[in-house]
């Protein structure tokens, strides 16, 4: 189990950016693989993108491939989620993940309280 404490949303127009983060307190990350989750109104949470312990590997959704970027960095206990170029479909929760493994697939260990994003006019 890990304390994942996030940060960083907010609301954005069409064509922004925004910058998510996740650190873990309660333990070291760098072990694990980590990711981050979506969750619209009145849908299933789904997978936006993982990334290996190592950083080394990296895992999106097609909706976001090219827009979004995760990124950690292990030294400060803390993942990143870039989301560029932002679209109305993105608006969401966004909620960051501790996977038991050290790389995806995987299952989820920690869940962090998650991010409203909003992406408007």
């Known amino acids: 189990q890990a304390l994942l404490v996030e940060s960083g949303g907010g609301l954005v127009q069409p064509g922004g950016s925004l910058r998510l983060s996740c650190r873990a307190v309660a333990r070291t990350m760098s072990s694990y693989a980590m990711g981050w989750f979506l969750q619209a109104p009145g849908k299933e949470r789904e997978f936006v993108a993982g990334i290996s312990w190592s950083g080394r590997d990296t895992y999106y959704a097609d909706s976001v491939k090219g827009r979004f970027t995760i990124s950690r960095d292990n030294a400060k206990n803390t993942v990143y989620l870039q989301m560029d170029n932002l679209e109305p479909g993105d608006t969401a929760v966004y909620y960051c993940?501790?996977?038991?493994?050290?790389?995806?697939?995987?299952?989820?260990?920690?869940w962090g309280q998650g991010q409203q994003v909003t992406v408007s006019s």
């Open positions: 993940t501790m996977y038991y493994s050290g790389n995806l697939p995987g299952d989820v260990s920690s």
